[in-house]
T-cell receptor, first 114, second 114 residues
């Protein structure tokens, strides 16, 4: 049981490049989400999904796209990277409704955009 | 919308002293509440959570937290701090029912002096 797996762990991009941050969970969790963490800002929700084929925006969605074609995977796409997207990105999943089952976090992806 | 306030950005305590980290939340009904800890360069570790029942919750590493509905607070405490407790601490809240979104405070950085 691997939990939530994020790849890559580190990435450096040039401004304007595109990339996809991968997130996969093997716990059959309904809910998956992406956060970004910046100093002094805590973790802010980018996008989330309550099941395959269903996604919605969080607090800071601009510049990011997501899709959920399977229960297991929830990739985060940066179409044209900007220095403001330099951050640490965390993926999280939860099995059920209302947060009462708790959340499992991945180990994070540290992204630098130069 | 739900929100979390951690009034203290940075706290310094001496090793062996007691600790209290403050957390205030805003949510209309009874929320689910969490405390996470993050060591430098690491991911998030769940310290404890409150879902219902006893308002005093015990967690890992000797931490506890008390839910006070009248004050909308969920403060984290530890009777005697160890140097290894130096880290950043995040309070988080999620609403019940179908509200999956976990909202974080901005964090409190704990420094422990020898």
């Amino acid at each position: 049981n691997a939990g939530v797996t994020q790849t890559p762990k580190f990435q450096v991009l040039k401004t304007g490049q595109s990339m996809t941050l991968q997130c996969a969970q093997d716990m059959n969790h309904e809910y998956m989400s992406w956060y970004r963490q910046d100093p002094g800002m805590g973790l802010r929700l980018i996008h989330y999904s309550v099941g395959a084929g269903i996604t919605d925006q969080g607090e800071v969605p601009n510049g990011y796209n997501v899709s959920r074609s399977t229960t297991e995977d929830f990739p985060l796409r940066l179409l044209s990277a900007a220095p403001s997207q330099t951050s640490v990105y965390f993926c999280a999943s939860s099995p059920g409704t209302g947060g009462g089952h708790g959340y499992t976090f991945g180990s994070g992806t540290r992204l630098t955009v130069v | 919308a739900q929100s979390v306030t951690q009034p203290d950005i940075h706290i310094t305590v001496s090793e062996g002293a007691s600790l209290e980290l403050r957390c205030n939340y805003s949510y209309g009904a009874t929320p689910y509440l969490f405390w996470y800890v993050q060591s430098p360069g690491q991911g998030l570790q769940l310290l404890l959570k409150y879902f219902s029942g006893d308002t005093l919750v015990q967690g890992i590493k000797g931490f506890e937290a008390e839910f006070k509905r009248s004050q909308s607070s969920f403060n984290l405490r530890k009777p005697s701090v160890h140097w290894s407790d130096a880290a950043e601490y995040f309070c988080a809240v999620v609403g019940g029912g179908s509200n999956y979104k976990l909202t974080f405070g901005k964090g409190t950085l704990l420094t422990v002096n020898p």
